[in-house]
């Protein structure tokens, strides 16, 4: 039987005979001693084979890089300058008494060190990809969030429900991933995108508190860091308000993060309407990181001889903003071309911007193309209004609301993020957690030629905001809530609508008519009926969560076994043909003139 | 805000003012005041509204079940009489002082304490149907279970990892759900049957220990209580032999139903081989409640004149047993009549019986149509491996092994659980787990004229037993182990193979040449060639226990959302069509014949 694992060996073992499971990480011969670094999940230890056993060190010899073996040996310390404090076991080694070879291992295909493997090769190979230390702390710590946010929804009464992977098709919102019926021709399940109808019908039910950890899917086109299934932190509570909602969701989260990692959040997380959130940050998940804000200049602009300023600044949609960079006086112009360039990702025309050079001088203590043609009254308001000091640089965004939101909300990080904004003290460089809050009802959708949901059907109206579904949609607040934290929506949530009567009202305001709504959601419309209690709820990112905290570079290295971009999984090269006979079961068939040939 | 659930309101609240939160769950009008029995997770309690409260009063009259309330009052005594032990409100009343409608109710279908609803009615109506206290506390023991599992496995050092939902179709085993894949045209994704293969690449990848509560799918008929999406609970450790192995889930079963029942199972189950448990109750998962067993009757009845018996003695794969029912003798001609048509389910051609009316009378005691064909010799060795008394009945089966061991053991059970049977000492009703263990590596499939894996092909063979599967496949002896538990499978696993020679062993006695299982398996041959750790694990029914320990007649009743036999959602109406455009998508459109038009 294994005395512990082989990482966790150390002065406490001094002197004491151990049995030790594990891959030989390394193997270095010198002055006619074998060392073996021994691995298991635990970590490292140092494995000594002396030449006074001959049986062992006959084994030894024929040790290489990952063969799986079982070491009985004695812990002692290691010689004096040799000793390693970057390893729990680094004082000790282990002096081999006997030896197994469990089962060999061919070469590798890598060594499992290399830092500078192709995503293609760690997720081909990804059975040893996930041997790698960093690896398996990734899925120790995912494992550890999730065993967190269980204890502390249990003591709250929170009990986790399973809800349905076979569901139905709904189509609104993302694509579904379908599942063609057998038994019942011609029809289909979907794969859930959230369990949200069904926890709502758990509080309906009278389940009080609810929770689970679950897979959700969605079959969109995987930009970014998106996986067509990931997993959600799914929540719902009966007969509390926005804002005790709220409270127990913030406790949650920092709970996590005080048992996972030892870090305190914030006591109490700011709160931002999302109004403020794009008036200041052209973004509803503000990274409050960075230290710039956004600075409106749009009613300043009417009237400059600038017409892309003017013109934004007159047209109904548009605006004008200043983002002044402290001591931004130093960023070169080639600089500000990658600038530029950086924003016309965004669609910005182009990238004004005006060096502050001596503000006691006024319009001459300026410089900047742009400069001639704006008069002294804006851009003297345009000095006061940003605060701006003699050295610094300011750029301008002016286009339509969504563009300049776009362009200069990404231009305020990437300067935050820079060297240079890490070097001037503009990036505070913590965890920083809001609630972005009073989010819109609805957006209008222009190609739909429709108003749709901003966060879905079910959200309920701001009291006093019910009016407004049927006069002026695109006034009604919703009771939604997003938790940001450090640029990334984290969770987002609501209160629901819990009477049938608003419900119907909402889809109204969607144009979805009686008929389409009984169709879709009859079962729900249903369910408010019969003394639906007030409910609301949220639901997190586990795979973003855990992504943040481990400080990876993707969601697919918090994932054991993730889908590429193209959403294949390379390890079992899945998606893959099927038999004919498989199909004529579930009674369809492919469209073979699209289908390449194998 | 809430002061506590409304079914803990108690003694300990007398005096105080609370204020709760539920559902009208009764109305009574007595003297001039109203009752109301308020429901919520917790259970009940009653609430006084008093006329003196006009305005409390006015409200409490417009109450109707299920109504969705909040009420303040003083927790005062009962008045004596009116006390309720049932409830653990019972000795306690709510005098309301203030009373709010959070929402009104129609008229629900039904009375939600009517225990004679059809389960359509029930599936149909689910979120009301999910209301009712056996449901909710059916829902509630379902949680328990599941959170004490990962205490106990969390203890010891498993950790949860999640395995792909979309992965790739084997079809080996069951039949699959598929999904077809929108980006890569042609192809699908399987939900999987079982994490079987991504567990085991993890103990290759070196986690050592993993668990996971996680759904499964399997598109058979649904015969029995299945359901087309069940959940597992799934685990995997490395290291550790077969009796390590089951000694910690037999410790996990044990702290589970100790947890959350109080129930103290066997400190030590006991283990049966297979072989045994075919021999003395024609079942791998034997119930061993009932105290009947089989006695082997087939060397002693070769020679007898009765031809059904004679010949079953002498055909290879037949045998002839019987099953001695003490005190039988009282049961009726009719009675036994019935249960040759139960035997007849299972194939059995007759149910011949002896009723022993005196042993010492020899011959001459024993009635039975059946006597005079069996010579003194056969009765003789019949009463003495009996051990038959005077009053005794004993059945026989003769036939085929499988219809001997499939309709005498149904016929044991079926006795064991009867009045008779109850009534005679016969049934033991309380909990008896056994393991189940040296199950077969192979069953011949005779349509396929090949032998299939009894477990799954992944199943170590025994120690020494590796040639035979060479030599002769059915002879090898599989490091297989079940929990059994009052004649249910509730947990199935293995040691598993890990190295890759014996894997390539397997593939080849099931007759999967070596171009085929690299294409269906090669990502696990190529995981074990790299110091693959030997490793095993258990996969335990989530739902089938919590079924047993909520003593539910189906396993839909521990599930929150099930399908029906017909595998559809009675609630959403799942699965259903889908637009042409989805398909379009998918690449398949729908073989058209095959499906009526709506």
């Known amino acids: 039987m294994r005395t512990c694992y082989t990482g966790q060996v150390c002065r406490d073992h001094l002197g004491q005979t151990v049995t030790l499971f594990g891959w030989v990480h390394r193997r270095r011969d010198h002055g006619?001693?074998?060392?073996?670094?021994?691995?298991?999940?635990?970590?490292?230890?140092?494995?000594?084979?002396?030449p006074d056993n001959a049986e062992g060190f006959a084994i030894a010899e024929r040790l290489r890089n990952e063969f799986c073996i079982r070491v009985t040996g004695l812990v002692r310390e290691r010689p004096a300058g040799t000793t390693n404090s970057d390893l729990a076991s680094g004082e000790i080694?282990?002096?081999?008494?006997?030896?197994?070879?469990?089962?060999?291992?061919?070469t590798p295909p890598f060594q499992l060190d290399d830092e500078n493997l192709s995503e293609t090769t760690r997720l081909t190979h990804r059975v040893l990809d996930l041997r790698r230390g960093q690896m398996q702390r990734n899925m120790m710590l995912r494992y550890r969030v999730s065993i967190e946010v269980r204890k502390f929804l249990d003591d709250l009464g929170f009990i986790d429900i399973e809800t349905p992977m076979l569901t139905k098709s709904t189509p609104e919102g993302a694509r579904d991933y379908l599942v063609p019926s057998r038994v019942n021709a011609g029809e289909f399940f979907a794969l859930p995108q959230s369990p949200q109808l069904f926890k709502q019908m758990l509080m309906v039910s009278g389940f009080d508190r609810y929770y689970q950890i679950t897979k959700c899917f969605r079959d969109e086109d995987l930009r970014a860091d998106r996986q067509p299934e990931f997993t959600q932190i799914d929540c719902e509570t009966s007969f509390l308000n926005e804002t005790e909602i709220r409270a127990i969701f913030e406790s949650m989260i920092r709970h996590v993060f005080k048992a996972v990692q030892n870090v305190d959040l914030a006591e109490t997380f700011p709160i931002m309407p999302y109004s403020e959130a794009m008036r200041l940050y052209g973004s509803d998940k503000p990274d409050l990181r960075v230290k710039l804000e956004f600075t409106d200049l749009t009613d300043v602009m009417k009237d400059v001889?600038?017409?892309?300023?003017?013109?934004?600044?007159?047209?109904?949609?548009?605006?004008?903003?200043?983002?002044?960079?402290?001591?931004?006086?130093?960023?070169?112009?080639?600089e500000i071309d990658n600038y530029t360039k950086f924003v016309a990702i965004y669609g910005a025309k182009g990238l004004a911007w005006i060096k502050v050079n001596e503000v006691a001088k006024g319009r001459d203590g300026l410089q900047s193309p742009i400069v001639k043609n704006l008069h002294d009254a804006a851009l003297a308001e345009m000095i006061k209004r940003t605060g701006a000091q003699d050295g610094d640089l300011i750029f301008f965004g002016a286009d339509r609301a969504k563009v300049v939101n776009d362009a200069i909300g990404a231009l305020r990080v990437k300067i935050g993020h820079s060297d240079f904004g890490r070097a001037n003290g503009l990036?505070?460089?913590?965890?920083?957690?809001?609630?972005?809050?009073?989010?819109?009802?609805?957006?209008?959708?222009e190609e739909a030629d429709r108003y749709v949901a901003a966060h879905h059907p079910f959200t309920s109206p701001k009291d006093g905001h019910e009016d407004l579904l049927g006069t002026d949609p695109s006034k009604a607040i919703a009771k939604a809530y997003d938790m940001v934290l450090n640029g990334?929506?984290?969770?987002?949530?609501?209160?629901?609508?819990?009477?049938?009567?608003?419900?119907?009202?909402?889809?109204r305001a969607l144009k979805i008519d009686a008929e389409e709504a009984q169709l879709k959601f009859g079962f729900l419309l249903d369910a408010l009926q019969y003394g639906a209690p007030p409910h609301g709820g949220i639901a997190f990112g586990l795979d973003r969560i855990v992504t943040m905290m481990t400080g990876a570079e993707s969601i697919r290295d918090v994932i054991a076994f993730p889908k590429t971009q193209r959403a294949q999984c390379l390890l079992t090269q899945a998606p893959s043909p099927v038999d004919e006979k498989q199909l004529r079961e579930l009674h369809i068939r492919l469209r073979q003139a699209e289908i390449k040939q194998p």
């Open 93 to 106: 080694e282990i002096l081999c008494r006997e030896v197994e070879i469990l089962n060999p291992s061919v």
């Open 305 to 334: 001889d600038f017409k892309v300023f003017a013109q934004a600044a007159t047209t109904e949609g548009s605006r004008v903003v200043a983002l002044r960079v402290p001591a931004g006086g130093s960023i070169s112009r080639s």
């Open 488 to 507: 990334w929506e984290i969770g987002g949530g609501s209160v629901r609508i819990h009477r049938e009567e608003v419900q119907s009202k909402v889809f």
């Open 32 to 50: 006619g001693v074998i060392f073996i670094d021994m691995r298991d999940r635990a970590g490292l230890a140092q494995i000594v084979f002396d």
């Open 427 to 445: 990036f505070d460089n913590v965890w920083k957690p809001l609630w972005v809050v009073d989010f819109p009802m609805f957006e209008y959708d």
